[in-house]
Structure formats: structure tokens, C-alpha cells
């Protein structure tokens, strides 16, 4: 698969780190997009794409660029044509090769995470590696086994998942009177806490990959 070299870069304290929040469900009735919506309004406030309730002033982060990458809006090529590290480029594949960290937003389904975020995850391959995620899954019971059992595959591509990630229980009964999520103070001060692992991963290894790249 082709991987932008811009993956490759080091990040210093100064620069923008790029995250792409990545919201995995493709229901018609679904919470992702809004709850990534609100994953994005804590990483650049003045980015979201909506206008976003006001935010704890003790869950601030510096602002980071995002791209909202919604895997329902997402054309991938024919599985018949996907092979093991490679395969047709797909239409979001210069997108992930220029994050430098992702936020995985998921449900939980059948205590495991749905096949199309799986589908877009097996498209692609150098795109993923040496690069830092977080995970913010959403349930009746808040989502745990969906985000262990992403661990695993996401270890496979060689993907550095946050010890810190965001289970959230029955998010639909928290959103206001415009459909936006609207959690407690303290939920947002652990999407804060995740996102500030998130960060220093993703300095760490933008670094590493330009100074010690790994090639086996």
C-alpha cells in the first residue's frame, strides 16, 4: 500500500499533531458520528463541525487538527481484491498515512467492535504502523470488549494503544436538545486524560520513526 512519507516526520513541541477520529458504525441509527463529534470539539475546539456545547475548563488540550473520517461515507475497494499488506489504494488511504495519531470511535456489538470498522482497518496497512490510537467505545454496558478486542488487531499493525481509553454507557440518554452529547464533567476529563497519553505517543514515535525507523 502506498504510505505517505509525511508519516515520517518529527513533531516538535510546536508543531500540530494531526488525529483522525474515525467513527466505525454505519447504522442508520447510530451514535458514533455525534460522539465523535464531541471526541473532535476537545481536540480543536474552534475545528468542530458543529457548534459544541461548552467544555470543562480542566479538560483543555492544545489544539490539534482533526479529520473526521466516518467509515458509513467510505468507499473501499472489492474484499476479493484485498491481500495481506496490500491491495487497490483506497479513497481514505493519504488520509490515515498523514494522521499522526487516531481516535477509534465504536460501538459495541455482539461483545466485539463491527465488521466495518474491521473492513477499513484490513485496507490498509503501513498507513496504521508505528503510530499511536485511543479508543472510545460506546455501549449498553460501555463498550469494554469492543475496545479489548481492537487492542489485539490494532497490536498486530503494529498500532501504540493508550493504556487510557473511554468507555462510554447508554450515551444517547446524555445529549441535549440539539442531539450533541453532553457527558458529565468527569467523563470529559477522562476523554481529556486519554487524548493527553494520545499526544505524547504520538510525539514520541513521530520521532522515533525519522531517528530510528523500524524496517522488519
Do not use: C
Amino acid at each position: 500500500m502506498s504510505v505517505s512519507t509525511d508519516q515520517h516526520r518529527s513533531l516538535s513541541p510546536a508543531a500540530s499533531l494531526r488525529v483522525a477520529v474515525i467513527s466505525g458504525s454505519v447504522r442508520k441509527d447510530r451514535m458514533g458520528p455525534t460522539i465523535a463529534r464531541w471526541v473532535a470539539a476537545t481536540l480543536d475546539p474552534p475545528a468542530a463541525p458543529d457548534p459544541a456545547p461548552a467544555l470543562d475548563p480542566a479538560a483543555a488540550l492544545d489544539p490539534a487538527p482533526v479529520d473526521l473520517i466516518d467509515v458509513a461515507q467510505v468507499e473501499l475497494p472489492d474484499d476479493s481484491l484485498l491481500y495481506p499488506g496490500g491491495g487497490p489504494k483506497s479513497e481514505v488511504a493519504d488520509r490515515i498515512a498523514a494522521a499522526d495519531a487516531f481516535v477509534f470511535v465504536t460501538p459495541e456489538y455482539n461483545h466485539s467492535y463491527p465488521a466495518s470498522l474491521k473492513r477499513l482497518i484490513d485496507w490498509h496497512y503501513g498507513e496504521w504502523r508505528l503510530k499511536p490510537a485511543t479508543i472510545v467505545a460506546y455501549g449498553v454496558h460501555g463498550g469494554y470488549a469492543a475496545i479489548e478486542h481492537l487492542r489485539g488487531v490494532l497490536a498486530e499493525l503494529s498500532v501504540v494503544t493508550t493504556r487510557r481509553a473511554l468507555g462510554l454507557r447508554v450515551p444517547w440518554t446524555s445529549l441535549d436538545d440539539q442531539g450533541r452529547y453532553t457527558p458529565d464533567a468527569e467523563l470529559s476529563r477522562g476523554l481529556t486524560a486519554s487524548l493527553t497519553e494520545l499526544r505524547w505517543w504520538a510525539e514520541v514515535l513521530a520521532d522515533a520513526r525519522r531517528d530510528r525507523p523500524f524496517t522488519t
